[in-house]
């Protein structure tokens, strides 16, 4: 762990960088360029996770990093602050345009790899070749960004498979959830729940593809849906002097699967949920699950497709439903509403028929599709 | 797992109006758009108008065929793949014979699907039945005097995705080419960084390890002569891989790839008046004087896109004009940089790609680039 002298001259050449960047940018308002120091606090409220200093080496092509300061703050997992810090730094190296080859200067710990960095490492079962030399190579970045991110063990493996069939690299797909493309269960959707998810991923197909862009619309459609309701079911709103509130840091403890098989997602969580958007007051319970087909249709589509979605739901009954301690959804759109209502009756009376509930999201296909617009685009953007 | 059928629907002339649209005033329109858009001139606004033309033809498509009673076919879910193959092999024909378009009007059938006929046997897939429905399908419409739209159906097909033997692909995702060094040296000047940076790429490309060299925030002076040295070093002709600080991957650029023209060729061409031009307009206003005419219009390149798109549209726009002055005669240019490096990265790209078709002529083009310093120019090394 570092010494107190090295925090206390750590945190002496921050506030130096941040007289810097306050008199060279925000005082002449302007922004820096990657080869400018910059400063970063990494906090959540008043809890301070990391102070960060990092500029992209033009001449040797690597992040350099010339302050990391992190703490571990108890009330938080282990080794938060070194997973915030090591999540921004191989984000920027990529971002940045280098190599992902890391070096800290000798202000960081002089001159080695931080204490906590190497701790995440051995967790992650990554070895560090360059420690007391302060580099971290692109293999060993390479190996930590993908430990980092959190897929599953199923995704890990889809995104490897990729790489070995260079179709994509696993410091893109990494990049794109955490720099806040796609989330965690998004782009589980995408990664496991269609056949090219590197095209989707890339936005790879331009508007003209038109078969293959719909496809990969589509594709992003369902998976925003999706991820609307874990947003959903993770928010917690906490109530300060009577107004409420919502905390960045404090999300409701969900787990949340996929199946790709059927398109759905599998939530559980240890405590009581009040499950939204559909006709009746339930609750996920300790020990339940509930498990959502995801299908991002339009009004038309909703009565062209119903009957092969019930066939896909009586699969999925059968798969999932053994005890009464599941409950089946079929999340749709809210253009559901535009439905005549003599079908809508037909299509309720089916579906309590098999005993699945129609959940009815807020979002609408025309904002679903414009928000998938603008994340291929996005995804188009980031680099390749 | 999601995946999208193709439905052929054959729409009589008499039955393409509909809720006041014309089904052959939209296709019309969307054909234009498409011959625009192969300009690639204002690219964004004309895929946004294609992009709502398509959904028309699709909405009304969809109308038509649920109204009437019209011949379809659906393609089954393998056909996007076959699609996929077939971009891959052969992107430009694939394109010039709108393989991925969702309408096909009357007078168009006979010679599209020629070109599918055509494209797929050289894939090898002529045989395939999505193949044949497809084909027979158009030949029926074309009797029939129809018009054809592919319509997409979006379905999950619960369709497990093998498994991944996880041991095997780790051991293959280890093995991958990456680099696992360091970089030890990060003193030299730009010069000597750059030219380092590029010999660091060669060798690893060489390995098979991907790598790209990052010459963003290199000051433009310091690109050309370097780039100057290794197209002009003898070595294996290769295409060097190049990236930007935004994440952008552009257009490899050739090295390794020119002779250096004879003293006396060279001083054969000196009789010849020297041309001023500026690299790019609206830049540096006190060039104006000196320049006859710039290059680049400023509104043409700097449209706000990534680097590697406005390298692209500088390569582009400069592999047009470069055999035009080759029409044109002999020339000496004094090119005048006013930076930008996308900017200088794509002219020198189309440059020496335009030298190298010149190669066995005597020297008809002599570029001299022209750096500022303050008070003055300076002359590059003579591109020729």
Redesign the interface.
């Known amino acids: 762990m570092p010494t107190s002298e090295e925090v206390l001259d750590g945190l002496e050449i921050f506030k130096k960088h941040v007289k810097e960047y306050g008199d060279n940018f925000r005082k002449r308002n302007k922004l820096p360029?990657?080869?400018d120091f910059r400063p970063y606090r990494w906090c959540s409220r008043d809890i301070v996770f990391s102070l960060l200093v990092v500029r992209?080496?033009?001449?040797?092509?690597?992040l350099e990093v010339d302050v990391c300061l992190i703490a571990n703050p108890p009330q938080y997992v282990e080794n938060s602050g070194a997973r915030v810090a090591l999540g921004f730094l191989l984000s920027e190296a990529?971002?940045?345009?280098?190599?992902m080859?890391i070096?800290f200067s000798k202000n960081v710990e002089g001159g080695r790899v931080p204490a906590y960095i190497c701790d995440l490492a051995i967790d992650m079962g990554v070895k560090l070749?360059?420690v007391f030399?302060g580099?971290i190579?692109?293999?060993?970045a390479?190996l930590l960004y993908l430990g980092l991110a959190g897929f599953s063990?199923k995704a890990k493996?889809?995104i490897?498979?990729m790489?070995?069939d260079g179709l994509i690299?696993p410091e893109r797909v990494c990049f794109l959830m955490m720099g806040g493309v796609w989330s965690l269960p998004e782009a589980e959707s995408i990664i496991?729940?269609?056949?090219?998810p590197e095209?989707t991923l890339q936005s790879m197909s331009?508007?003209?593809?038109?078969?293959?862009f719909?496809?990969d619309l589509?594709?992003s459609s369902?998976a925003i849906l999706g991820g609307a309701l874990d947003r959903k079911l993770l928010r917690v709103e906490l109530t300060d002097n009577g107004k409420i509130i919502e905390s960045e840091d404090y999300e409701s403890p969900l787990s949340i699967e996929f199946d790709?098989?059927?398109?759905a997602k599998i939530y559980r969580s240890d405590t009581e949920l009040i499950i939204p958007w559909i006709n009746e007051n339930h609750l996920l319970s300790s020990g339940m699950q509930m498990v959502v087909m995801v299908?991002a249709r339009s009004d038309?589509?909703v009565q062209?497709?119903f009957l092969?979605?019930l066939d896909?739901l009586k699969?999925l009954i059968a798969k999932y439903r053994k005890d009464q301690t599941t409950m089946i959804f079929y999340l749709i759109p809210r253009d559901y509403e535009d439905v005549p209502q003599s079908v809508k009756e037909k299509i309720q009376e089916q579906l309590d028929g098999e005993g699945v509930y129609l959940m009815i999201a807020p979002e609408s296909m025309a904002s679903l599709n414009k928000e998938a617009i603008h994340r291929l685009e996005t995804g188009r953007?980031?680099?390749? | 797992?999601?995946?999208?059928t193709?439905w052929l629907v054959a729409i009589p002339d008499e039955a393409c109006v509909m809720e006041r649209l014309d089904l052959r005033t939209l296709m019309n329109r969307a054909l234009k758009i498409?011959q625009r858009?192969k300009k690639k001139v204002d690219e964004e606004a004309e895929?946004?108008r294609?992009?709502i033309l398509?959904d028309r033809i699709e909405y009304l498509g969809?109308q038509i065929s649920i109204s009437e009673t019209i011949e379809s076919v659906s393609l089954g879910t393998d056909y996007?793949?076959l699609?996929?193959r077939i971009?891959k092999q052969y992107p430009e024909e694939c394109?010039s014979a709108r393989l991925?378009?969702?309408f096909c009007p009357a007078h168009l059938l006979e010679k599209q699907i020629e070109a599918f006929e055509s494209l797929t046997k050289r894939a090898g897939i002529g045989e395939q039945k999505e193949v044949r429905d497809k084909t027979g399908f158009y030949r029926r419409a074309i009797k029939s005097g129809c018009h054809v739209l592919?319509l997409?159906?979006?379905?999950?097909d619960?369709?497990?995705?093998g498994d991944?033997v996880?041991g095997d692909?780790?051991q293959?995702?280890l093995s991958?080419p990456?680099?696992?060094?360091?970089?030890t040296?990060?003193?030299?000047n730009?010069f000597i960084?750059l030219r380092n940076?590029i010999k660091a790429v060669i060798a690893q490309v060489e390995k098979g390890i991907?790598?790209?060299?990052?010459v963003?925030?290199?000051a433009h002076n310091v690109i050309t002569e370097i780039l100057h040295e290794f197209v002009y070093k003898s070595g294996k002709p290769m295409y060097l891989p190049v990236?930007?600080?935004?994440?952008?991957?552009a257009r490899p650029f050739p090295i390794h790839c020119l002779k250096p023209r004879k003293d006396n060729a060279i001083k054969a061409l000196s009789v010849y008046p020297l041309l001023n031009v500026g690299m790019m307009s609206g830049r540096h206003h006190e060039l104006d004087d000196l320049i006859k005419f710039y290059f680049y219009r400023n509104q043409e390149i700097s449209t706000g896109k990534?680097a590697a798109e406005t390298d692209e549209t500088a390569y582009r726009k400069a592999k047009e004009i470069f055999p035009v002055i080759h029409r044109e005669g002999i020339f000496r240019i004094a090119f005048y940089q006013t930076g930008f490096q996308p900017v200088v990265m794509g002219f020198y790209r189309a440059l020496t790609e335009e030298l190298i078709k010149r190669e066995k002529l005597p020297p008809q083009l002599e570029l001299i680039p022209q750096y500022y310093f303050g008070d003055y120019y300076e002359n590059g090394k003579t591109w020729a």
């Open positions: 360029k990657n080869y992209h080496n033009r001449r040797g092509n690597y990529y971002k940045c345009g280098g190599t080859e070096v070749k360059y030399e580099h190579t692109p293999l060993e390479r063990e493996n889809k490897m498979k790489a070995v690299s496991l729940g269609t056949g090219h095209r331009e508007p003209e593809d038109r078969h293959l719909l496809n589509m594709v369902t790709p098989v059927f398109f299908r038309s589509e062209k497709y092969k979605d896909g699969k953007r980031t680099r390749q | 797992m999601m995946k999208t193709i498409e858009l895929q946004r294609y992009q398509c969809n996007l793949d699609l996929l971009q394109l991925l378009a969702n592919e997409p159906e979006f379905i999950s619960e369709e497990e995705a991944l996880a692909l780790h293959k995702f991958l990456m680099n696992d060094q360091i970089t040296s990060n003193n030299a730009a960084a940076q991907p790598a790209a060299v990052n963003s925030d290199i990236v930007y600080g935004d994440g952008s991957k990534t």
